[in-house]
């Protein structure tokens, strides 16, 4: 069974950090992409950032170059994202996914909120 | 820069067919694809590439390609039916990833 199981959201006040963790089991992690897409309050999904199966590749949505980070460990079946310099409009819940496009795995989501 | 455009709302009698419907530039060169959101819960992959339905969701949801507009259409909509729907593409080497603003199906 695929499994995507993310960890690390919380409160925390803006400029402050977060690293976001993301483990999966039941596929071969390094056949795949893998991204991070997010949904803030009442509004819609929006891509924050991927990395290639190596990791070698990163990719970010402009709202998020220089802040966030993402990375891997293929040893662990984990991706991860770092995010610096937070601010109140990255509040949002942060899902892990398998792939960039077509993307048929997901994990459940782990809040963020950005709050003094 | 790309966009992906859908209205904001759509509203269907049960019984009835909805079609929602994604615009941009980019869908006259690469794929569409479209997901259901439920409050509370992760997407769900509904279609891929324009019109391609996975294992698992049932025949009466499909996808159609036009130019630069895809559209998903769910025949005999159902009450289980409302949520909010998105369209997504992007470059196909990774680069980017756009999601259209959402679309919400009320079940009247």
């Known amino acids: 069974e695929v499994q995507l199981v993310e960890s690390g959201g919380g409160v925390v006040q803006p400029g402050g950090s977060l690293r976001l963790s993301c483990e999966v089991s039941g596929f071969t992690f390094t056949s795949y992409w893998m991204s991070w897409v997010r949904r803030a309050p009442g509004k819609g999904l929006e891509w924050v950032a991927n990395i290639n199966n190596d990791g070698s590749e990163e990719y970010y949505v402009d709202s998020v170059k220089g802040r966030f980070s993402i990375s891997r460990d293929n040893a662990k079946s984990s991706v991860y994202l770092q995010m610096n310099s937070l601010r109140a409009e990255d509040t949002a819940v942060y899902y892990c996914?398998?792939?960039?496009?077509?993307?048929?795995?997901w994990g459940q989501g782990t809040l963020v909120n950005v709050s003094s | 820069s790309y966009e992906l455009t859908q209205p904001p709302s759509v509203s269907v009698s049960p019984g009835q067919a909805a079609a929602i419907t994604c615009s941009g530039e980019i869908l006259s060169k690469q794929y569409g694809f479209w997901y259901r959101q439920r409050p509370g819960q992760a997407p769900v992959l509904l279609i891929y590439?324009?019109?391609v339905r996975p294992s698992g969701i049932p025949e009466r949801f499909s996808g159609s390609s036009s130019g630069t507009t895809v559209t998903l259409t769910i025949s005999e909509v159902q009450a289980e039916d409302e949520a909010d729907y998105y369209c997504?593409?992007?470059?196909?080497?990774?680069?980017?990833?756009?999601f259209g603003g959402g679309t919400k199906l009320t079940v009247l």
């Open positions: 996914a398998r792939g960039v496009l077509e993307v048929h795995y």
């Open positions: 997504q593409s992007g470059d196909n080497k990774g680069l980017f990833v756009l």
């Open positions: 590439k324009d019109n």
